[in-house]
C-alpha cells in the first residue's frame, strides 16, 4: 500500500520523522521511577548540614540576640568559624555550577536542615529593639553567617570589576597626558 504525500519530503523531515519512531520505543527512566536523585533545599555538594557549619547551633543562632550572653555566644562562635573549602569554592564558582531557583533572587542554601535559623518558620525576637533591628540582623546573618558564600560572590564581582577597570583607567590616564602634551606643542 503506498500513500502519497502531498509534496515531497526533504532530507531534514525524514530524519527528524525516523529519530522519532527510534527514540519512541525506549524505555523511559522516569515512567519507571529511575529519574536522577535531586537534593531538595540546598545545593552544591557535599553533606548540607556537616558539623560545624555556620548558622547551626543553639538558641544564639535562631534569632537576635536579646541578651549579653546570648550576643557573647553568637559574635564568639560566628566570629571565629572560618570559611570553609565549600563555601569559598560554591562562591567563586565553578563550571556545571548548580543554582537554586528563587522567587525574586537565585540565592540558595548550600547548608540547610533543621538548627538553621530560617528552617520551617523563623522566630522572631520578643522585643521592640531587637524587631526594629531585625532587618539589619538578618542581613548581616545571612551575608556572614549562614549563607558566607554569597558575600565570596560579591567579593568576586568587586575584583572582577577592578581587574577589568584598572586597565582602562590606566590608558585613560596616559590619554589625558598625551593630550595636554599635544596642545603645549600644537594650535588648539
Given at each position: 500500500l503506498k500513500i502519497a504525500h502531498p509534496r515531497p519530503q526533504s532530507p531534514v523531515e525524514i530524519m527528524l520523522r525516523r529519530a522519532a519512531c527510534?527514540?519512541?520505543?525506549?524505555?523511559s527512566g522516569v515512567a519507571h521511577n529511575e529519574?536522577?536523585?535531586?537534593?531538595?533545599?540546598?545545593?552544591?555538594?557535599g553533606?548540607?548540614?556537616?558539623?560545624?557549619?555556620?548558622?547551626?547551633g543553639g538558641e544564639h543562632q535562631l534569632y537576635p540576640p536579646e541578651?549579653?550572653?546570648?550576643?557573647?555566644k553568637y559574635i564568639g562562635e560566628n566570629m571565629t568559624n572560618l570559611p570553609k573549602r565549600k563555601e569559598i569554592i560554591e562562591g567563586f564558582g565553578y563550571p556545571g555550577q548548580r543554582h537554586s531557583a528563587g522567587?525574586?533572587?537565585?540565592i540558595g542554601r548550600?547548608?540547610?536542615?533543621?538548627?538553621?535559623y530560617d528552617y520551617g518558620r523563623p522566630k522572631m525576637p520578643k522585643g521592640w529593639f531587637a524587631n526594629f533591628f531585625y532587618p539589619v540582623w538578618e542581613f548581616g546573618h545571612l551575608m556572614f553567617v549562614a549563607d558566607r558564600w554569597v558575600a565570596w560572590r560579591?567579593?568576586?564581582?568587586?575584583?572582577?570589576i577592578a581587574i577589568c577597570y584598572i586597565p582602562f583607567n590606566l590608558q585613560m590616564q596616559w590619554n589625558?597626558?598625551?593630550i595636554e602634551e599635544y596642545k603645549t606643542h600644537h594650535e588648539w
Open positions: 527510534r527514540l519512541s520505543l525506549r524505555r529519574a536522577p536523585k535531586v537534593r531538595k533545599q540546598s545545593f552544591g555538594y553533606d548540607h548540614a556537616p558539623a560545624g557549619a555556620p548558622g547551626f541578651t549579653v550572653g546570648n550576643t557573647v522567587g525574586l533572587c537565585t548550600i547548608y540547610y536542615g533543621p538548627g538553621r560579591v567579593l568576586r564581582h568587586i575584583l572582577g589625558k597626558k598625551m
